[in-house]
């Protein structure tokens, strides 16, 4: 699975951005797909996370605020955010991976990765 990220950009607090990630390959409604996110200087972090069968996790930090979908027929999971914060400036990548019914938000069981795309919220 190759997976592509996109949808950044430059936006002002309290603005929305919706990132998508497209994915190549067969199957890849069977596949979990994470968001994470890393910021100058900072661990890369979990942001949120949709199974295949559509159960879907989120950071305590992005609660309320983001949402993830997916689109199987285009191969693509979004995740949209609203009410951006100086605090979501960061890179934000998608990664995949076969993990059962669930997903999850360590990175480390992830194997496809996206090349990342990114966002930046002035203040």
């Known amino acids: 699975v190759q997976l592509q990220a996109s949808g950044g950009g430059l936006v002002q607090t309290g603005g929305s951005l919706r990132l998508s990630c497209a994915a190549s390959?067969?199957?890849?409604?069977?596949?979990?797909v994470g968001w994470f996110r890393q910021a100058p200087g900072k661990e890369r972090e979990f942001v949120g996370a949709?199974?295949?069968?559509?159960?879907?996790y989120y950071a305590d930090s992005v609660k309320g605020r983001f949402t993830i979908s997916r689109d199987n027929a285009k191969n693509t999971v979004y995740l949209q955010m609203n009410s951006l914060k100086p605090e979501d400036t960061a890179v934000y990548y998608c990664?995949?991976?076969?993990?059962?019914?669930?997903?999850?938000?360590?990175?480390?069981?992830?194997?496809?990765w996206g090349q990342g795309t990114q966002v930046t919220v002035s203040s």
């Open positions: 949709i199974s295949w069968a559509e159960s879907i």
């Open positions: 990664a995949a991976d076969k993990l059962g019914a669930s997903a999850s938000s360590a990175s480390r069981d992830y194997k496809f």
């Open positions: 390959g067969r199957a890849f409604s069977t596949y979990a």
